[in-house]
């Protein structure tokens, strides 16, 4: 069983963006969703991530907002958040919404997740 990665990334991403997304398909079952408030609602209903990797180069109140609310819901307690790429500027706002939340680049998006599969004790 391969844990279940959920990135939310505006448009699919950027080029990098899917390049590193496409490079965690082999290990992990990756899902997309647009963090487009409140379309996404009935999507997030479906889904039960065993990571959440929030994209934070693009329109990144979009996934903030998301990521805050699905922390908010008791089926994603104890579900990890990762955040991509997040302005230095913007760190402290996402710690205070999603004490939780870790933060890493693209670059090292694949690293990132796989520590936290260890960690969570998650299929790898």
């Known amino acids: 069983m391969v844990a279940e990665v959920l990135v939310l990334v505006m448009d699919g991403g950027g080029e990098t963006q899917k390049a590193r997304i496409e490079a965690l398909r082999p290990r992990h079952a990756v899902r997309l969703?647009?963090?487009r408030w409140p379309a996404c609602q009935a999507e997030l209903r479906e889904v039960f991530p065993a990571i959440v990797i929030v994209d934070g180069s693009r329109a990144p109140s979009h996934g903030r907002a998301v990521a805050k609310w699905m922390a908010m819901q008791s089926r994603f307690?104890?579900?990890?958040f990762l955040f991509l790429d997040v302005a230095d500027r913007d760190v402290g706002r996402v710690k205070r919404q999603l004490p939780r939340a870790q933060f890493a680049t693209w670059a090292g998006c694949s690293g990132a997740v796989e520590r936290l599969v260890r960690q969570s004790?998650?299929?790898?």
């Open 33 to 35: 969703l647009e963090p």
């Open 77 to 80: 307690r104890t579900v990890p």
């Open 121 to 124: 004790d998650l299929p790898s």
